[in-house]
């Protein structure tokens, strides 16, 4: 089993940049697909970022240009980087993973607990 605990999230200026880190533990983490979600009051989750065990990597469109994704196997993270901030980027950001699974852009088993993403002035 697989445990994720997202941090790194808080309130920002629109404009502005934040990193989330995912730290995994409990598990062979090179084997997993990791990828990031989010949701928005009153809206569905969804995909924000993937990346692959072979770090190929999938950005939405809604933020493509502006977020990236990045794992180190070493250390069993992963890493959303979050610049130009919208307030439309404001959520609840999830850590997710999965082993067998290739891409996330369907949903792995395992999500960490969420860190909150608040973006105004």
């Known amino acids: 089993q697989l445990q994720l605990v997202e941090s790194g999230g808080g309130l920002v200026q629109p404009g502005g940049s934040l990193t989330l880190s995912c730290a995994a533990s409990?598990?062979?983490?090179?084997?997993?697909?990791m990828g990031w979600y989010r949701q928005a009051p009153g809206k569905q989750r969804e995909l924000v970022a993937a990346i692959t065990r072979g770090a190929n990597i999938i950005i939405a469109d809604s933020v493509k240009g502006r977020f990236t994704i990045s794992r180190d196997n070493a250390k069993n993270m992963v890493y959303l980087q979050m610049n130009m901030l919208k307030p439309e980027d404001t959520a609840v950001y999830y850590c997710?993973?999965?082993?067998?699974?290739?891409?996330?852009?369907?949903?792995?088993?395992?999500w960490g607990q969420g860190t909150q993403v608040t973006v105004s002035s």
């Open positions: 997710n993973a999965d082993p067998i699974i290739r891409v996330l852009t369907t949903p792995g088993d395992f």
């Open positions: 409990g598990s062979s983490f090179r084997i997993y697909a």
